[in-house]
């Protein structure tokens, strides 16, 4: 992974690196080493094979079709025990996206592992919250408090909910007035979660748990875990 000198300093390419080297085993690409040149630094990562859910979707959206609700459900199941490994070290990503998960080819039991990359923007703290931190998440998917520089364990919740719409929607959970240029200003009100349709109640409500937007009551990866869409068979 190549980062630019303009963008990136000794300090933030440090932190990912020791990031990435303290997580959990088989949430990321292992780092093994830094280097830099006069323009950049370099991270060498390990090689995970498999493809990235943005590329995945594009390919059925691209061929008027959807992804299976029964391989969304398990995307993100399989996100959410990522994410509860990572809570138990206290870690959060806070930039998850479906450019930065990757979907691993499925095993003997139809089981379709998940890879998190990109670990720019994760960070490490010993209680729930932190305030006064800015971070460097992606407009659309990045939790509403991230926007006024506080970090909640329950800040990556909010980024699955939106990838779960998108998945089964195949568009952002916003009203259509949200863009790139006002979504720092994001308030509850703008939210416009898609009318459940056949057979996708408990789906709905599993997003609508995701992005409340009081992230103090927005329940946790342990949580959410055991919620029903993950229960009954479609």
């Keep these: 992974k190549e980062l630019d000198k303009i963008n990136n300093s000794d300090h933030t390419v ?37 493809i990235e859910l943005f590329d995945y979707f594009k390919h059925f959206e691209h061929n008027s079709l959807n992804i299976p609700k029964t391989v969304i459900r398990e995307i993100i199941f399989n996100c959410l025990l990522n994410l509860k490994k990572l809570n138990d070290k206290n870690f959060v990503h806070l930039d998850l996206k479906p450019e930065n998960l990757i979907l691993k080819g499925p095993n003997d039991n139809m089981v379709y592992p998940i890879s998190f990359i990109d670990f720019g923007s994760s960070y490490k703290f010993s209680g729930n919250i932190v305030k006064n931190s800015r971070i460097n998440g992606t407009f659309f998917y990045a939790a509403p408090e991230t926007l006024h520089n506080t970090i909640s364990k329950n800040s990556d919740i909010w980024s699955l909910g939106v990838i779960t719409h998108v998945l089964l929607y195949h568009r952002y959970p916003y009203k259509s007035n949200i863009t790139n240029t006002n979504y720092e200003i994001l308030d509850s009100q703008d939210l416009d979660i898609k009318k459940s349709q056949k057979n996708n109640d408990l789906a709905n409500d599993f997003i609508k748990q995701c992005l409340v937007f009081d992230y103090f009551y927005r329940p946790n990866a342990e949580t959410l875990l055991d919620h029903p869409w993950f229960k009954k068979p479609y």
């Design 14 to 50: 440090l932190s990912e690196f020791i990031n990435m080297q303290s997580i959990p085993e088989n949430i990321g690409p292992k780092a093994f080493k830094i280097t830099k040149n006069e323009k950049s630094y370099q991270l060498l990562l390990e090689y995970i094979d498999g």
